[in-house]
């Protein structure tokens, strides 16, 4: 690698690292203030929120990444037309094939980046995300521990405690039982604990009131209790685990039998095949997307105006494939055949950039001198 390749890729990745903690500080700001107020209003402590942050990583870097990829390449070509260090080179012969080498090195670096998060990162973080949270969603303590709101730990039935004490005693409690249609069951307490034991979990209510309701009589019951002991643990039975997951898997599992894959996580063989090559097509325009953006600015040439017309250009042609990218996966997912369209955004990107570059080199004033010649 000669100098000014090594030239322009320390700057392209300097900048590509500095845009990528920008915006991944930036979305993980935003995000994290939402996950902050639910983990800690369910009661979870502050490494329960630090942990769930770093899960979510993955998938929030391998969103940026390729507008990080976009906006170092944009950054650097503009800067070095600004400062006449493209005139100078091409002025010594070197043509905007050669100069686009680095760009494609910078672009293959982030690609290679892209798949490994797609591929490996991604799938094993959002599996233990989902692992935390099931584990999360079956602990008592943060589905009922919370004060002065009516939940629902479980279909048709209803929790609420005014407040809950330093020592973890709950007062003022209401527990309705809607599970059985044939009758209602409602209880109400001064004070209730959750006493865990190897059989499960109960809530023991003290000073209360027991009514049931038998809704084909329409008759009433009433009795008082100074301590009575319900059985909480069937409310998490149907949330024991979590099942298998195309997002789950990495893409070694995905490479072979679409269709059995698909009949062991009730989901079709083409939504596993969008998901593998969604992936890999990632990747791909990750690669083009730093081409682009170099090429776009480059065709501008040095203008004492500034190229903000071409960064226009290269924004709309990035944003008019991404789109393209979103609304090809429906027809994979109906039929698995189809896979290859989603290297379509990837391909007239390359086409676009094979265009831009060739428009760079000269051609049009090559095309002028033929069409004078004949």
Known sequence: MVKIDRYMLSQLLWLFGFFALVLVSVFWINRAVQLFD?????????LVFLEFSALGLPRLIVTVLPIATFAA???VTNRLNNESELTVMMSTGTSPWRLARPVAIF???SAVMVSVLSHVLVPAATQQLSEREAEISRNITSRLLTEGEFLSPARGVTFYTRAISEDGVLQDVFLADRRDPDQRLMYTAAEAYLVRNDSGTSLIMVDGLAQRLITAENRLSTAKFQDFSFDITTLMKSEDGIGPSLQHMTSDRLLFDWTGIAATIGRTPGAVAEELHSRI???TFCFVTALIGFATLLVGGYSRFGVWR??????????ALDGMRGSLSDPV??????????????????VIVL??????SG????????RGAT
């Open 38 to 46: 639910r983990l800690i209003g369910d009661g979870q402590t502050a």
């Open 73 to 75: 390449a944009i950054y």
């Open 107 to 109: 672009g293959l670096i």
């Open 281 to 283: 097509a990632r990747a």
């Open 310 to 319: 071409e960064i226009v250009i290269a924004f709309l042609v990035l944003v």
């Open 333 to 350: 997912v109906q039929d698995p055949r189809l896979w290859p369209i989603l290297y379509l955004p990837s391909a007239l990107g390359a």
């Open 355 to 360: 265009g831009l570059l060739w428009t760079a």
């Open 363 to 370: 051609a049009r004033a090559y095309l002028r001198r033929l």
